[in-house]
Nanobody, 126 residues
Framework: QVQLVESGGGSVQAGGSLRLSCAASGRTFSSYAMGWFRQAPGKEREFVAAIRRSGRTTYYADSVKGRFTISRDNAKNTVSLQMNNLKPEDAAVYYC???????????????????WGQGTQVTVSS
């Protein structure tokens, strides 16, 4: 069992930055791939970024590539999402997720994640 708690959401103007953090409970954090997903009102949950267990490989949605950076600290059981140059279309509830499957195709799919945080709101004003 893994419990995930996100923090760091808030309101920012377009062009600004936010850093989201996700703290995981349990001693098996390094056994999980970690991902960030987001859901805007009226839209489906979408993939944002993911990082494999070792932290050496990361993946990004095209819409955030070059602006967002995902990282993890397996010693501290945390995963972070640095978001720069935020745009109004980035506004959403952001969710942290942990999944047992570390392969490329699985890590991009929300269906392959086993544990989810409660979400943190990101608001971007133009």
């Amino acid at each position: 069992q893994v419990q995930l708690v996100e923090s760091g959401g808030g309101s920012v103007q377009a062009g600004g930055s936010l850093r989201l953090s996700c703290a995981a409970s349990g001693r098996t954090f390094s056994s999980y791939a970690m991902g960030w997903f987001r859901q805007a009102p009226g839209k489906e949950r979408e993939f944002v970024a993911a990082i494999r267990r070792s932290g050496r490989t990361t993946y990004y949605a095209d819409s955030v590539k070059g602006r967002f950076t995902i990282s993890r600290d397996n010693a501290k059981n945390t995963v972070s999402l640095q978001m720069n140059n935020l745009k109004p279309e980035d506004a959403a509830v952001y969710y942290c997720a942990a999944g047992r499957y570390d392969s490329y195709m699985n890590i991009l799919s929300s269906e392959k994640y086993d544990y989810w945080g409660q979400g943190t709101q990101v608001t971007v004003s133009s």
